[in-house]
T-cell receptor
């Protein structure tokens, strides 16, 4: 597609449930980033992939958060045993070499 | 830690006026400074960027000014239109070792711009 696609757009999870959020980057984009955006705040960095290699995961808030990009294209952000504080919009962005980011529209996760 | 922050959380202007959105940053090692526009339910949309070795850059109806002495960044929007209403974020980045223009971004809190017809 022409842009970064994220699914689902909305996800409601019960506390303690595991969730998986999908990101389809722009075809051919080498770099992929995940960000977390709390209500009324700017996005905060979670993790970064270059192709299939996860080069930086310093922003993942706990070991309940896990991201993968096994074939260097689609990426999945998994959150285990969700907590209320995990409620946020999760944004994915991709980038080609020497170009800026293109963000997806995000997945809004609500933990109840 | 290092952070990027905004002075004004809200800005309300009349259609046709010029708008100025300000941002303070603290990481003097940042290589790129970027402005994003975010509309409700959408991801941030790139507006304009400026590299740390520049002090001014112009785009279509937008100008970004960088003052490294006081670590201040501003976005000027000329002839503001109702379609410019959104949340505006500044962000900063160091160079990405992988060769892309940006590494991970540090965002400020955002300014809500409202344009009245």
């Amino acid at each position: 597609g022409a842009g970064v696609s994220q699914s689902p757009r909305y996800k409601v999870a019960k506390r303690g449930q595991d969730v998986a959020l999908r990101c389809d980057p722009i075809s051919g984009h080498v770099s992929l980033f995940w960000y977390q955006q709390a209500l009324g705040q700017g996005p905060e960095f979670l993790t970064y992939f270059q192709n299939e290699a996860q080069l930086d995961k310093s922003g993942l808030p706990s070991d309940r958060f896990f991201a993968e990009r096994p074939e260097g294209s689609v990426s999945t952000l998994k959150i285990q045993r969700t907590q209320q504080e995990d409620s946020a919009v999760y944004l994915c962005a991709s980038s080609a070499q020497r170009s800026g980011y293109t963000f997806g529209s995000g997945t809004r996760l609500t933990v109840v | 830690g290092e952070s990027v922050g905004l002075h004004l959380p809200t800005l309300s202007v009349q259609e046709g006026d010029n708008s100025i959105i300000n941002c303070a940053y603290s990481n003097s090692a940042s290589d790129y400074f970027i402005w994003y526009k975010q509309e409700s339910g959408k991801g941030p949309q790139f507006i304009i960027d400026i590299r740390s070795n520049m002090d001014k850059r112009q785009g279509q109806r937008v100008t970004v000014l960088l003052n490294k002495t006081v670590k201040h960044l501003s976005l000027q929007i000329a002839a503001t239109q109702p379609g410019d209403s959104a949340v505006y974020f500044c962000a900063e980045s160091g160079a990405n070792a992988g060769g892309t223009s940006y590494g991970k971004l540090t965002f400020g809190q955002g300014t809500i711009l409202t344009v009245h017809p």
